[in-house]
């Protein structure tokens, strides 16, 4: 054994040629000698001395060679934990290089599915977490570890759901949730998009899991929704990986010649091979978008993040997808209340070719258009199999279908004050078919909520209804628009005078 070690002695000083050929010999005779004779601890002192040589010369291929070895034969050996406490020593040694550390946390976390039970994997995830941490140039593995590591705390916390309480599995989910918040990768400038915007859609749904929807909110908003609109994203992340990869035989033969950092400045490195595509990225997003807004109760943008999914490619191009998506805008523009935007969306959407398909929706649709008071226990009878059907998500809460009873008590208002300009509080509320108490309550709140004008006069009993008045900022905008069209027309008028004065050659008295 002395003798191998003196026969792998390096050369003295940095300039010094390397014999590289021999370098992997000597680390193969190692190996061999870990393995075949079982004498690990005298082949890593070996492999050691070797690598401190080969840093100290500050060699990057033969110390990145020497350094992984040390990780191989562990993991052949089966030997975690010193696996562990050699990625942990190998890291911290004095004037460690970067592309060792790159390179043995790379190689050791394809290891991460070897491991013989959960116990192990995760104390290799936390070791290797530990090790990256703070290091950019292995920024992007760390994230992946603490991806790996929280997707580990959630699948525990549902194994535990069968037989433990909730509390403890919510406390599981939270753990998960924390550990992926811990790592900001909108920051990474060397990740590829698609595996950014995956990271954040699996931080926001932990966050979501675990009633956090403030955070969720924050998080979702890292995501801007033209990311999804580029079409050259996933073509530029292919030909980064192409690059990559053609680059990765030249770096190994000029390995001998120069240094090469982990990671070139500016390069992008190809997404991981689980990271969903950009559509895919897309409809998870609104998915989870509409999980939000479901529990904020925002209707309009719940249909806003359908009509998102709709417009996909994908979505329209296939009728079992698009079918249940497009009933589901519509149900949530008739619970939406009324305003600018949701009149837009309604007629929008009530002119897409696709409803013809639909003729029931297309004629509830219709009801909210036309200008016509609707009945509501009609609207229940004509439309209680559809709700049924969405039982499980428009009209999974008791107050979803409170909140359309209102929207249609709001439409006949707003149909009322389009044909009356007074009228009596019986008459309304025989209009409305509702009590004269309730008649005034929901007139008043739309009155507030500023959706029309209107003034009870409660000892006669007469409502007025009025056109709003513009304010002052309005009108004086409305007064300078005039003023300007006028003076347009007299500077045209003067050009056209001048022009007749000259073809007939007439002078013009100031």
Same mark, same amino acid.
């Given at each position: 054994?002395?003798?191998?070690?003196?026969?792998?002695?390096?050369?003295?000083?940095?300039?010094?040629?390397?014999?590289?050929?021999?370098?992997?010999?000597?680390?193969? @005779?190692?190996?061999?000698?870990?393995?075949?004779? !079982?004498?690990?601890?005298?082949?890593?002192?070996?492999?050691?001395?070797?690598?401190?040589?080969?840093?100290?010369?500050?060699?990057?291929? !033969?110390?990145?060679?020497?350094?992984?070895?040390?990780?191989?034969?562990?993991?052949?050996?089966?030997?975690?934990?010193?696996?562990?406490?050699?990625?942990?020593?190998?890291?911290?040694?004095?004037?460690?290089?970067?592309?060792?550390?790159?390179?043995?946390?790379?190689?050791?976390?394809?290891?991460?599915?070897?491991?013989?039970?959960?116990?192990?994997?995760?104390?290799?995830?936390?070791?290797?977490?530990?090790?990256?941490?703070?290091?950019?140039?292995?920024?992007?593995?760390?994230?992946?570890?603490?991806?790996?590591?929280?997707? =580990?705390?959630?699948?525990?916390?549902?194994?535990?759901?069968?037989?433990?309480?909730?509390?403890?599995?919510?406390?599981?989910?939270?753990?998960?949730?924390?550990? =992926?918040?811990?790592?900001?990768?909108?920051?990474?400038?060397?990740?590829?998009?698609?595996?950014?915007?995956?990271?954040?859609?699996?931080?926001?749904?932990?966050?979501?899991?675990?009633?956090?929807?403030?955070?969720?909110?924050?998080?979702?908003?890292?995501?801007?929704?033209?990311?999804?609109?580029?079409?050259?994203?996933?073509?530029?992340?292919?030909?980064?990986?192409?690059?990559?990869?053609?680059?990765?035989?030249?770096?190994?033969?000029?390995?001998?010649?120069?240094?090469? !950092?982990?990671?070139?400045?500016?390069?992008?490195?190809?997404?991981?091979?689980?990271?969903?595509?950009?559509?895919?990225?897309?409809?998870?997003?609104?998915?989870?978008?509409?999980?939000?807004?479901?529990?904020? !109760?925002?209707?309009?943008?719940?249909?806003?993040?359908?009509?998102?999914?709709?417009?996909?490619?994908?979505?329209?191009?296939?009728?079992?997808?698009?079918?249940?998506?497009?009933?589901?805008?519509?149900?949530?523009?008739?619970?939406?209340?009324?305003?600018?935007?949701?009149?837009?969306?309604?007629?929008?959407?009530?002119?897409?070719?696709?409803?013809?398909?639909?003729?029931?929706?297309?004629?509830? @649709?219709?009801?909210?258009?036309?200008?016509?008071?609707?009945?509501?226990?009609?609207?229940?009878?004509?439309?209680?199999?559809?709700?049924?059907?969405?039982?499980?998500?428009?009209?999974?809460?008791?107050?979803?279908?409170?909140?359309?009873?209102?929207?249609?008590?709001?439409?006949?208002?707003?149909?009322?004050?389009?044909?009356?300009?007074?009228?009596?509080?019986?008459?309304?509320?025989?209009?409305?078919?509702?009590?004269?108490?309730?008649?005034?309550?929901?007139?008043?709140? =739309?009155?507030?909520?500023?959706?029309?004008?209107?003034?009870?006069?409660?000892?006669?009993?007469?409502?007025?209804?009025?056109?709003?008045?513009?304010?002052?900022?309005?009108?004086?905008?409305?007064?300078?628009?005039?003023?300007?069209?006028?003076?347009?027309?007299?500077?045209?008028?003067?050009?056209?005078?001048?022009?007749?004065?000259?073809?007939?050659?007439?002078?013009?008295?100031?």
């Amino acid at each position: 054994m002395e003798e191998d070690d003196r026969s792998i002695a390096a050369p003295e000083g940095k300039n010094k040629a390397i014999d590289y050929d021999k370098l992997e010999r000597d680390v193969d @005779l190692q190996r061999d000698v870990a393995l075949k004779e !079982g004498k690990l601890t005298e082949a890593l002192d070996a492999l050691l001395g070797l690598e401190k040589q080969m840093r100290l010369a500050a060699d990057v291929v !033969g110390t990145r060679t020497v350094a992984v070895a040390i990780l191989k034969v562990c993991h052949e050996a089966a030997a975690w934990k010193l696996l562990n406490e050699q990625i942990v020593a190998l890291s911290k040694r004095r004037a460690q290089l970067k592309q060792v550390v790159a390179a043995m946390v790379q190689e050791a976390m394809k290891y991460v599915d070897d491991a013989p039970d959960d116990v192990i994997r995760e104390e290799l995830i936390k070791t290797l977490s530990g090790v990256t941490a703070g290091k950019i140039y292995v920024e992007i593995e760390r994230a992946r570890l603490v991806k790996r590591l929280a997707r =580990m705390k959630e699948a525990e916390g549902k194994v535990k759901e069968a037989a433990e309480a909730m509390q403890e599995v919510a406390s599981t989910v939270k753990q998960a949730a924390e550990a =992926m918040q811990e790592v900001a990768v909108e920051t990474f400038g060397a990740m590829a998009k698609t595996e950014k915007i995956d990271f954040i859609l699996e931080q926001v749904r932990l966050c979501l899991d675990s009633d956090d929807f403030m955070r969720a909110q924050i998080l979702a908003k890292k995501i801007s929704p033209r990311a999804f609109a580029s079409e050259t994203v996933e073509a530029a992340e292919k030909a980064a990986a192409a690059a990559a990869a053609a680059a990765a035989g030249e770096v190994k033969e000029e390995g001998k010649k120069k240094k090469k !950092g982990p990671r070139e400045e500016g390069e992008i490195q190809p997404a991981a091979p689980d990271v969903p595509t950009l559509v895919e990225l897309k409809l998870k997003f609104y998915e989870l978008m509409i999980r939000y807004y479901t529990h904020a !109760g925002d209707y309009l943008e719940i249909c806003r993040c359908y009509q998102n999914i709709y417009d996909t490619p994908d979505v329209k191009a296939d009728q079992e997808r698009w079918i249940p998506v497009l009933k589901r805008i519509c149900w949530y523009l008739v619970l939406a209340p009324h305003g600018s935007m949701q009149s837009s969306l309604l007629h929008s959407t009530f002119a897409d070719s696709h409803l013809l398909d639909l003729p029931k929706f297309r004629a509830l @649709l219709k009801l909210f258009i036309t200008m016509e008071v609707v009945g509501w226990p009609q609207l229940q009878a004509d439309y209680g199999a559809e709700m049924e059907e969405e039982k499980a998500t428009v009209f999974h809460k008791e107050s979803a279908l409170e909140d359309l009873r209102l929207r249609v008590i709001q439409h006949n208002i707003l149909v009322v004050s389009k044909y009356y300009v007074r009228i009596t509080t019986a008459r309304l509320a025989q209009l409305l078919s509702l009590t004269a108490e309730e008649a005034e309550k929901f007139l008043s709140d =739309m009155v507030v909520e500023k959706v029309l004008v209107a003034k009870i006069d409660r000892p006669a009993g007469i409502v007025t209804f009025g056109e709003r008045q513009e304010s002052g900022v309005q009108l004086l905008d409305k007064w300078a628009s005039d003023i300007s069209k006028l003076l347009d027309l007299v500077e045209t008028s003067c050009h056209h005078i001048h022009k007749e004065a000259m073809v007939h050659k007439v002078v013009l008295k100031t």
